[in-house]
């Protein structure tokens, strides 16, 4: 490893624990937390404001991608990330355009700092919904790492000039980037979402845990469960009972606006519907819910179960169940769960 490589290694460590203290303080804790009383409260006033150019993105949520990052983002979790690929400076570090996506908090993330901890130079399109988090948090690590400085770019134009990309979005979305990046190495990412699998066997604490895998961001997120596979016989009003401490989630506007359309649309239909208040659950074979929903399916034979998963497997994120990833555990994926699985890390070190 490089001399290089260890610095910025480093100056991700600190920012990681800065961002816990961005998380869990309102006010400056001190110089311990990497950061003077003017750049604290500046972040700070980005946590508060953020809601009235992007309604989802409360503080408590954006707090809660602080924190997620913050446990990430430390000496052992990053040296475990890059420990296979023997990452040294490029001689010719590449220009590549990042093309954000906005569903949830700072999202595009991890992108960036993959581009960066590779030594490239990240040339960033962010997402209308989501451009203050990140430039803001890139800042701080600036101020970490001055040599970092030439190796961040914003762009509000058209990109040009980039040598690699690395592009998010819908479905729709990710035809046209694949046709209009076809030239130049990719990586196209789709729009995905995530299950969860119970067995019947679950704790009602992993049930309880299994509200944040739902709720967590909204579910606006890829790896929130928007579907539920149950045992044959399971009685759901287990899973009512355990995520109902979730429910002041029905007094967000922009959720229950969803919540009230996909309800009346439903009802108007004559479609059969469990309703609890803030969440409408529907028998669906379908995988992807919309927002204020989360579709259930009944299964009896594990072996058909798995050929299910398996054929919607390009549309899956990540599963969720005591087999799988844990419950309550979908919104703190390590450095190495790369969406869509593909390794982003060896598509960059692989640059030449």
């Known amino acids: 490893m490089t001399e290089e490589v260890k610095q910025r290694i480093s100056a991700f460590v600190q920012l990681g624990k800065t961002m816990k203290e961005l998380a869990e303080s309102d006010t400056w804790p001190g110089f311990n937390c990497g950061l003077n009383k003017e750049e604290f409260t500046a972040f700070q006033q980005v946590v508060h404001s953020h809601i009235h150019h992007n309604g989802w993105f409360t503080p408590e949520n954006i707090r809660l991608a602080l924190l997620a990052w913050s446990e990430a983002l430390t000496e052992e979790n990053l ?5 296979p690929y023997n990452l040294q400076n490029p001689a010719n570090p590449k220009k590549v355009a990042i093309i954000c996506a906005g569903n949830i908090p700072m999202v595009g993330l991890h992108d960036v700092i993959s581009v960066l901890i590779t030594g490239h ?3 960033i399109k962010l997402s209308s919904d989501d451009d203050k988090l990140i430039p803001a948090i890139l800042q701080l690590f600036s101020n970490l790492n ?7 770019v914003f762009s509000e134009q058209r990109l040009s000039g980039h040598e690699a990309v690395i592009a998010t979005g819908s479905n729709n979305t990710s035809r046209y980037f694949a046709y209009y990046f076809k030239d130049v190495p990719h990586i196209i990412r789709k729009g995905r979402t995530s299950v969860a699998v119970i067995r019947g066997m679950e704790t009602d604490e992993e049930m309880k845990r299994l509200g944040h895998d739902i709720f967590d961001y909204f ?3 890829c790896r929130n469960v928007s579907k539920v596979f149950v045992p044959v016989g399971f009685n759901l009003d287990r899973i009512f009972e355990a995520i109902y401490v979730f429910h ?9 606006n969803n919540y009230d359309y996909n309800k009346a649309v439903w009802l108007l239909n004559r479609e ?18 919309p927002t204020g929903s989360l ?3 009944f299964y009896s034979d594990e072996s058909k179960l798995k ?12 599963v969720i169940g005591s087999n799988e990833i844990p419950f309550g555990e979908s919104q703190k994926p390590q450095l190495w769960d790369y969406a869509d699985d593909v390794d982003t890390i060896r598509f960059l070190s692989e640059l030449h």
């Open 295 to 297: 579709f259930y399916e």
């Open 121 to 123: 130079i990240a040339y």
């Open 146 to 152: 001055p040599v970092i400085v030439p190796r961040i």
């Open 307 to 318: 050929d299910t998963l398996d054929r919607h497997r390009d549309e899956l994120q990540c």
């Open 79 to 83: 040296l475990k990330w890059i420990a």
């Open 272 to 289: 059969e519907l469990l309703d609890n208040g803030f969440i409408l659950f529907k028998q669906e074979n379908r995988i992807a819910s």
């Open 248 to 256: 002041p989630i029905i007094n967000h506007n922009k959720y229950a």
């Open 219 to 221: 579910g606006l997120g």
